[in-house]
């Protein structure tokens, strides 16, 4: 195992810099396997860089112990810090510092490679103050991205799907790529964050992609090889029609036998080649995607059949509850996209199997900047859910608006309480899922602080309680070490409130999809309201919003637990941020902030616009603080963001001046 | 000189028993060259299928005699033709019919292949009455369809640039066709109805398709040698930059002697190989296209460097005018695209050489199903004008919709008079030049009605005082011959007003442009609103359209010549259909009509998809009376048409009445 080193591509947060305190010290790994083996190998390169030593056997003296705590006679130490923390689990690890010896067991191999990158994020801290023994686990079995990258190009959608940071790590022109150091590399990052599963192709699965899961199955495990030494388990988007399209079964009825032992026999062949893999992720029946409902089967059969076949060999299936009609009539104000995954899948609550996982976005519409939580989420408490969100900036300014999203993510998992124990979406959850935002960019993202939401995702996966604030510092720390000031709180400031000035300057008080159709891509206020996706404002002369309410509109409000059910439903008390989301109301409406509905939209347009254009000041700042190419690369994607937020603002304020006649209070120029 | 049979593609407008009363003659046919060649090979083709003889020589008795003037001695009926006829032009033929025997004579052998499909077009009433001489000459020398087709798929735009019949007829797969039948069965429709020159590749020249100048050459001249037969030029689309792109130069520059001397080899190379070619067509400086702007060069200058590479081979170049900012600010209301063209070159009228031609739109914008007529043509007296219509249906139902252009394109060709003299643009244009609305499919122009567009284009564009409802049963005569009733006056009734149905369900008043951005299909009513296009409406909660007058606005109208400058710049002498191109009204203004602004867009969006549902109604009788595949394909297009024309109707009501609040008077549903 050697450490994958790139010159070509940036470092994201794992630069030389970051493992000086570790590299400066005498460690001892001591464990067998894979995982174990590359801690060594990790804390070797540092090691070689910093001065400091490895060892695997020995007696010391060490300024650090990695071990396993199977890894037979530890050293005193160890063997006290183990004997004070107790069992730990599959993939934790337990901390201290005792004796000018900091220490990191585990009880697996996982747990050791996570207690090293927690190493790394602590930096010197970890070896100065003693430290009592410090348990630390993942809140969910799996923390997983799903890339939404084609082996083609695809006419339209580019090779990464809603990608926004060049083409995709594996494949490039139809083939694999012959060098796969940057996958390894990749894993590397993500296990530093503490992801642990990836999908590797998109869920909508297309002619060439479906094959990955037969006769280019080998491009799969070459994957999957470059990922087991950072502890990532490789999954599958399959397409539901695949008995008919690559096995030439004339139906892929889940309850026909034909098709489930076509299931059970690839399934087996995968398994026999890559022995660790995750399993299957399917989009079925939605947006086109092939799906059960052709067979007059439920979502719950079809994934149970997939489940059934992955059992065996411990693999699961991730089941999309993206599910909606999006062929509607826009004139039919009865039907209501936001109700629909509810309506699909709450009736089948428990029907699922246990290695079937449901796999709910984490709003009810589709990655909005401001959604409520879906519904799904409470609703499904004998079904395994796991939270979709989305890294990669489809509806959030495409990787060229800065927009840290963790704060909005830390919203949805904090969201509740309901029920009797007081239940929030992170108490749920049974994994964390999200749409990643990597390509074959310099840079991973696109956007260099894009790279912020990669991380922060996996660190909230790992822990959903965490402060995103202080993730974004880590990473701050991490990515820029050693971080001086003014750069550290700098980046802070741009970063930490972006994704509510990102709020500001696009679609108001949660009403959402007034993006150009298609790419999504800046202002268009209409581009969706007449349209079959189910997407609308219902703004006229008079007011704007969507009744979503059970008295007088859609009924959404009634599929949410209380008190959210009452709180949405009432006009006095939903969050003004959500308003337009649940309620049509007048532009005169007055907010709980005290301001009319159009005034709320004129002012929150004007001062999103002058936060960027702040934001940008920052930046202008930090010039000679950062690697000069990645100023200037940040530099011009804060210029167009400013020409976008100001497209915004102008188009959106125009917009509303021109329906509701009302002018700005403040008189600014609306054009 | 063979005539192409295709067995595989419908015939159009001449299907065997269109030559039934020819072919049913004892025919002369006397001259020499190869288009008299292909008017006794026609005839001939008709005779073995009709039964009738044709010679070359002879005495006789015959029921026809096609003859050159210049064939030597005529027989005596023809010479007593000649006598009554005088001096006939180049592409002129007179026809007569004296003693029993129909004759065509002809100066040149163009004009006697005109005088042929004169006769088909007349059928047995050519062989029945006695007829005086009647001359028939074209209005202008060059009648000219543009193709914009690509050689290479482009991944956006498809093969056929705005086409709407499948792929280009010329090349696939990156190569020209193998056979190339098509393309002379093609010619022959085109010399059917009077067409005499085709650009073969899209004005936005790529870079596989530059090369057709240059190392590709050998295709276009493969093409040529299809249409000679039928008396067609072929000429070329070139980009400007093509001595930076092909010839290595570092400039573009038209005043540069080596960039001259480029232009004038290659375009010697090209006459070398095919020395009837026709010229070149550019757009430049035009939606990204390369042009003599970046050089500080006028578009006289480029013209003129290009004019002057091909007048020494008798070629021309058509220099479109379609210049325009389009990457305008929306928000700056002075700038107005309808005014461009006219501002960039009205200023250079007398400056374009003699073999230069500025080919302009029939309207200010962009071919929109009602625009005023450009006041380019009006402007330039010492400029040889083409007035640019588009047979193919970008913004007129693309095909899919049945909408007879040819009403428009009279009303075009018909507008005045102005000046001393009392023009019209008929009296202007010395030619005119059409944007083909053909493919691969297997009925040319998808729609099958469509190919009534390719037809009539090149009937206006040989007499721009023709009768467009003359014009289509002459279509319908040829096409469904022997088209017995109710085919014949059923088909007439759908056709003949369905341009002005289709104006009735889409944008209202001339306003234009509320179509979905990008593909331009469907209704968007503010797709373009907020866009770079120029392309604004300006609706808000009390009126819409564009303040065009010199009084109050962007002073268009007074690019006009009078009376028309004064007639759309007066609120109440402009024309009804024009009125929100040149004006902003509130919804309440009064039309001429005596319904208000609001309520006549409620009332023809209602009526327009009536008459549709009429169309199809009517469609429905002739099943029995035409192919049955044909029909079928009709049927399932006008299925669309009516959905279309709903959603339509449906959109634009429901957006201003949301904006008005304006009920409809009628009370009928807007959602």
Redesign the interface.
């Known amino acids: 195992m050697t450490i994958p080193e790139l010159t070509d591509v940036h470092a994201a947060w794992l630069p030389p810099e970051a493992f000086r305190a570790i590299g400066s010290r005498r460690t001892l790994v001591l464990g067998d396997g894979a995982l174990a083996g590359t801690v060594h190998a990790e804390v070797a390169a540092a090691c070689a860089r910093y001065g400091g030593t490895v060892r695997r056997t020995g007696d010391g003296p060490f300024d650090l112990v990695l071990a396993l705590t199977t890894a037979g006679p530890l050293p005193p130490v160890a063997a006290a810090v183990m004997a004070e923390a107790g069992p730990i689990g599959e993939e934790g690890h337990v901390l201290a510092r005792r004796d000018g010896v900091t220490v990191v067991l585990a009880s697996a191999p996982a747990g050791l490679l996570y207690g090293l990158f927690h190493l790394v994020r602590l930096g010197e801290p970890a070896f100065e103050a003693a430290r009592q023994a410090e348990r630390h686990e993942p809140a969910t079995r799996r923390r997983m991205l799903d890339h939404w990258d084609n082996i083609d190009v695809h ?2 959608m580019g090779q990464v799907e809603r990608g926004y940071a060049g083409g995709s790590i594996f494949w490039r022109d139809g083939v694999l790529r012959d060098d796969l150091t940057r996958v390894r590399a990749y894993g590397r990052l993500l296990a530093a964050c503490g992801i642990n599963a990836i999908a590797i192709n998109n869920v909508n699965v297309h002619a060439t992609e479906a094959r990955l899961l037969t006769d280019r199955l080998g491009e799969v495990a070459a994957i999957a090889a470059e990922l087991r030494p950072y502890g990532i388990r490789v999954h599958l988007s399959v397409t539901f029609a695949a008995p008919i399209v690559l096995g030439g079964l004339p139906t892929a009825d889940p309850l026909d036998e034909d098709v489930r032992r076509w299931w059970a026999a690839t399934t087996a062949r995968v398994y026999e080649t890559i022995p660790d893999f995750g399993g299957y992720v399917v989009k079925a029946d939605s947006e086109g995607q092939p799906g059960p409902f052709a067979y007059g089967r439920s979502h719950a059969d079809g994934a149970g059949m997939l489940a059934d076949a992955l059992a065996p060999h411990g693999g699961v299936v991730h089941w999309r509850a993206f599910v909606y009609n999006h062929r509607q009539d ?2 039919d104000r009865s039907t209501d996209r936001a109700r629909a995954a509810y309506d699909h899948f709450a009736p089948l609550d428990g029907r699922f199997g246990d290695n079937a996982i449901l796999q709910v976005k984490y709003g009810p519409m589709d990655f909005q900047p401001r959604e409520p939580v879906s519904p799904v989420i409470a609703a499904m408490p004998g079904t395994r859910l796991a939270v979709e969100f989305q890294v990669t900036q489809e509806y959030t300014g495409q990787q060229k608006h800065v927009c840290y999203l963790a704060p909005m993510w830390r919203e949805v998992l904090g969201f509740g309480p309901w029920g009797p124990e007081g239940a929030t979406v992170a108490d749920v959850a049974t994994e964390f899922v999200a749409v990643s935002n990597v390509g074959d960019d310099l840079y991973w993202t696109g956007h260099p602080l894009a790279q912020a939401n990669l991380y922060a995702f996996g660190r909230l996966a790992w822990d959903p309680r965490l402060d995103p604030a202080a993730v974004l510092d880590e990473w701050i720390d991490l990515t820029f070490a050693p971080s001086p000031e003014p750069l550290r709180s700098t980046l802070h400031t741009m970063m930490d409130g972006s994704w509510r000035t990102y709020e500001r300057y696009t679609a108001p008080l949660g009403v959402g999809f007034m993006v ?3 790419h999504h891509y800046g ?5 969706y309201e ?1 349209t079959p996706w189910g997407t609308y404002h219902f ?4 007011g704007v919003g969507v009744d979503r309410t059970r008295a007088t509109g859609t009924g959404c409000t009634g599929q949410y637990p209380q008190p959210w059910s009452d709180v949405y439903e009432s006009l006095e008390q939903c969050p003004d941020e959500l308003l337009l989301f649940f309620h049509h109301v007048p532009y005169g409406h007055v907010l709980h902030s005290g301001s009319t509905v159009v005034q709320h939209i004129y002012d929150t347009h004007f001062a999103g616009a002058e936060e960027v254009a702040d934001m940008r000041a920052h930046w202008d700042k930090l010039e000679g603080l950062v690697d000069p190419a990645l100023h200037a690369r940040v530099k011009e994607l804060l210029d167009e963001q400013l020409r976008c937020a100001e ?1 915004w603002r ?2 959106v304020n ?2 509303f ?5 009302v002018p700005d209070a403040r008189g600014r120029r609306i ?1």
Request: no cysteine; net charge negative; charged share 40%.
């Open positions: 006419p339209v826009w004139r150009r159709p298609g202002p268009d206020v209409d581009g007449y703004a006229d002369r008079d497209e102008d188009q125009a917009y001046f021109r329906k509701s006649g054009p």
